[in-house]
């Protein structure tokens, strides 16, 4: 079926009379621009590609060959804003940002953009950005840095890449991108009302404030509609257009010498200032929200045809028909023979090879646990400094100790988040490093962890590495998607050319004592165990916290991988096991690190195999002294790695005793023992099992906490139990 844009604009076209004859050379297409009109014309060439591209996607979808049918129609004008940046520029696109794609790869040689985006609307395994993953835009080539299509998750990154290449410059690190580089993010009018937006440019103007370098150019394309949900006319501006810190700039998206000169202007403040700005370009968005949107379900067909004579498309055209350069039948011309060649390219490859197993689709993820495994530090000697004592640490000092070594290893090491700097931290785990470093390497953060996190994200594509502090397990949840929509997956729709490593320190779990409720007593870590490609450290020893976490540092730095640094904050400062001042939970440094996905076990019981983590640890070990007084002798599993699991530890030490009981401190149903089980009888585990948990509910206040967390009194009556059934 045609597209009425379409013919609309063939017909507009073909009615106009010719003007006087013009070169396209240096002079501006129109007087008062500085877009030449050669310059023009090439990019009147980008975007009829991107609206053949459009046109294109809807047909591959007719014919069941497509999969991916959002498009730019009507933000063509975006083509513009590539054209007034550096083609080394970092750029974080919105989803109808395809002119400004195609327009960077005009300005760097190499493969076809066209091919490109069309291979990624078939899901192509020959796609070069995502092998076939997922349509996005994306090139390491062109330093478009992949966004998937969760609302505004990007604008955080954002913050961090802008952020980093003033920092990686100050810090001596090597960075992907020059040092007057200016980091563009794009996004649409109503994403830009998510909370996740809304914290990114508070983060990037607070940054300013404070006299941060802060080289971030936003640009809200505004069509003045959410998939049928119109924004607010004028909202736009009335937020934005009198920010103090936020230089705004405004053009007509139909008007491409507009639009070119607006961001020309913008992008000079930006980089000439190194503080952000905000582009505001009034699009419309043509030919609905996407090929299954039903558009005049919610916009009458008078309101959707009146959008039709703003087509950024029709509006070049007749730019350069009054200007000379082209004659309508030229414009035609040019117009079906890129018509042409895109649906060539298109038939050509919806016949192309798409990826054909599980094996395939997660290779990206299997090759980067692989590296994370393969990168842990065999010795830690290197990083241990002269003069430090050797007497017994706590798991806090041990962190501390493992923080500042890694800052010692890694120039491009950062420590920051909420109070870690000046405190340093709540509990104190971070005391001293400030004054051991740099405000510029140990620094605290403004309270939002969207902004912490997407500024570990940006800082990890940018050469550095992160590593921030959630101050609770509980704020972690309010900014999971940072990890499970952006950190995770880059590596996989990238095809792994991009990577950001990090180390995200959690303070977590319960058992906490004087200052507790839900917020600091969280024991559910179900929304990380299942994101794909994600390291889950939980050390409870203090020798394991530093090894561990030297470890992580290098899984990130070698392989790329985010991984979720788990602290339990009620093991912090203890010191004892059994008995009051017996030291029984201190530990030296530990001279090496420890592999990821390898278990610890403690004694060499027969009778019984306990498998825990965390605070479990400990009370598992005080419940199996308790279980040998009674004759029944039992080995503690510290699991220590959630993912990946030490599977082939927990079937030896199972099969070891044929008895095993699963001490799990977080909720019944969504935690740990649920995966723990499941992978003993995966795994052909045939003996006994039996599992406690805490309950599912979430913590209270005080003493009342108890009644819903797991107890020793229940690991030693489910112990007794369960040894007493199979003997």
């Not at 640009?219 to 004028?234: A, L």
Request: net charge negative; glycine share 10%.
């Amino acid at each position: 079926m045609a597209e009425p844009i379409d013919e609309h604009f063939i017909t507009t076209v073909a009615a106009m009379s010719a003007s006087p004859r013009q070169p396209a050379g240096d002079q501006p297409v129109r007087d008062g621009s500085s877009l030449t009109a050669q310059v023009c014309l090439a990019l009147f060439d980008v975007v009829i590609s991107s609206r053949h591209l459009d046109l294109a996607a809807r047909w591959l979808r007719s014919q069941g060959k497509g999969y991916y049918t959002i498009g730019s129609s009507g933000h063509e004008s975006n083509a513009a804003v590539a054209a007034a940046l550096r083609p080394t520029d970092p750029a974080l696109l919105h989803y109808r940002s395809g002119g400004f794609f195609l327009a960077r790869a005009a300005l760097v040689d190499g493969r076809d953009p066209i091919r490109d985006v069309l291979l990624g609307l078939v899901a192509a395994t020959d796609d070069p950005i995502s092998g076939g993953r997922h349509k996005v835009f994306g090139r390491h080539d062109l330093n478009i840095i992949p966004q998937t299509s969760t609302i505004a998750s990007h604008l955080p990154r954002a913050v961090g890449v802008a952020f980093s290449i003033a920092r990686a410059k100050k810090l001596g690190v090597a960075s992907p991108w020059p040092d007057d580089a200016v980091a563009v993010c794009s996004f649409g009018d109503a994403s830009v009302n998510h909370s996740t937006a809304v914290g990114a440019i508070n983060t990037a103007m607070q940054s300013a404030y404070q006299g941060l370098p802060m080289p971030l150019l936003f640009v809200c394309e505004d069509n003045g509609i959410g998939i049928s949900v119109k924004t607010p006319r004028g909202w736009i501006e009335r937020t934005y257009g009198n920010r103090d810190g936020l230089a705004y700039f405004v053009a007509d998206g139909s008007d491409l010498p507009a639009t070119f000169d607006a961001a020309a202007a913008a992008s000079s403040f930006v980089r000439t200032h190194r503080r952000p700005a905000f582009l505001h370009l009034r699009t419309v968005r043509l030919m609905g929200h996407a090929g299954s949107d039903y558009e005049p379900a919610y916009r009458r067909p008078e309101e959707i045809n009146a959008e039709f004579d703003h087509d950024p498309v029709l509006c070049t055209a007749k730019l350069l028909i009054a200007a000379g350069v082209l004659t309508p039948s030229e414009v035609i011309d040019r117009y079906e023979a890129k018509r042409a060649n895109v649906i060539e390219i298109a038939e050509e490859v919806a016949e192309a090879a798409q990826l054909g197993s599980a094996r395939a689709v997660m290779e990206p993820l299997a090759l980067s646990l692989d590296d994370a495994i393969a990168a842990f530090p065999g010795s830690l000697a290197a990083s241990v400094r002269s003069g430090e004592p050797d007497a017994p640490l706590t798991v806090a000092l041990a962190i501390n100790r493992a923080l500042q070594d890694i800052l010692d290893r890694y120039p491009e090491a950062i420590i920051f988040g909420e109070d870690v700097a000046r405190k340093g931290g709540v509990y104190g785990v971070t005391r001293g490093l400030l004054a051991k470093t740099s405000s510029a390497r140990v620094f605290d953060t403004l309270l939002d962890e969207q902004s912490i996190l997407g500024l570990a994200l940006g800082a990890g594509v940018s050469g550095l590495l992160p590593i921030p502090e959630i101050q609770y397990l509980a704020y972690f949840h309010n900014a999971a998607d940072q990890i499970r929509g952006e950190g995770a997956t880059l590596q996989f729709f990238s095809n792994r050319q991009y990577r950001n490593p990090m180390v995200v320190r959690v303070a977590g779990y319960g058992y906490q004592k004087g200052f507790g409720g839900h917020f600091h007593n969280d024991n559910s870590i179900a929304a990380m165990r299942d994101i794909p490609g994600v390291v889950i450290a939980s050390p409870a020893r203090p020798d394991d916290a530093a090894a561990m976490l030297h470890t992580c540092a290098a899984a990130a730095r070698d392989a790329g991988v985010v991984c979720l640094f788990l602290e339990p904050i009620a093991l912090y400062h203890t010191r004892d096991l059994y008995d009051d001042g017996d030291g029984g939970w201190l530990a030296e440094y530990p001279s090496a690190g420890v592999p990821i996905g390898r278990a610890r076990t403690y004694g060499d019981g027969t009778d019984l195999t306990m498998v825990t983590f965390g605070n479990g640890l400990r009370m598992s070990l005080r419940v199996a002294r308790r279980l040998e007084a009674l004759g029944i002798r039992a080995r503690v599993v510290d699991l220590r790695w959630l993912a990946p699991l030490p599977v082939n530890d927990m079937i030896r030490e199972a099969s070891a005793t044929g008895r095993v009981l699963i001490v799990d401190e977080t909720r019944a149903t969504g935690g740990v023992g649920e995966g723990v089980l499941a992978e003993l009888l995966d795994h052909g585990y045939t003996g006994a099992v039996a599992r406690v948990a805490s309950k599912d509910s979430f913590i209270p206040l005080g003493d009342a906490a108890l009644e819903v967390l797991l107890s020793e009194d229940t690991i030693e009556a489910a112990a007794i139990k369960l040894a007493g059934a199979g003997a």
